[in-house]
């Protein structure tokens, strides 16, 4: 059975930082890409950071490059997502996605995570 399991949210305040992690399981977590996507209320959901599954490669949205890290440790089928200074707009409920196996050209499975809050407030 597939899952995802993401955990790390919670409040924190401005300019703080929180490290969120994501469990795998189910899947061969080193052939598939993770990303981290993030909704806010009433907006919609939005990527934050990707990484491939091969060779590691980062993708980051303009709003947290610089602020936010995401990396993978493939033996722990895990994916992280280091955030620093934040702000009041990083306030969403995080997700995690893996999409994949990288090698199947078409028809790639996408399983998403149940989400984490993370709320920054003073």
């Known amino acids: 059975q597939v899952q995802l399991a993401e955990s790390g949210g919670g409040l924190v305040q401005p300019g703080g930082s929180l490290r969120l992690s994501c469990a795998a399981s189910g899947f061969t977590f080193s052939d598939y890409a993770m990303t981290w996507y993030r909704q806010a209320p009433g907006k919609e959901r939005e990527l934050v950071a990707s990484?491939?599954?091969?060779?590691?490669?980062?993708n980051y949205a303009d709003s947290v490059r610089r602020r936010f890290t995401i990396s993978r440790d493939n033996a722990k089928k895990t994916v992280y997502l280091q955030m620093h200074r934040l702000n009041p707009e990083d306030t969403a409920v995080y997700y995690c996605?893996?999409?994949?196996?990288?090698?199947?050209?078409?028809?790639?499975?996408?399983?998403w995570g149940q989400g984490t809050q993370v709320t920054v407030s003073s």
């Open positions: 996605n893996a999409k994949g196996p990288f090698w199947l050209a078409r028809g790639q499975y996408d399983y």
């Open positions: 990484i491939t599954s091969v060779g590691g490669s980062t």
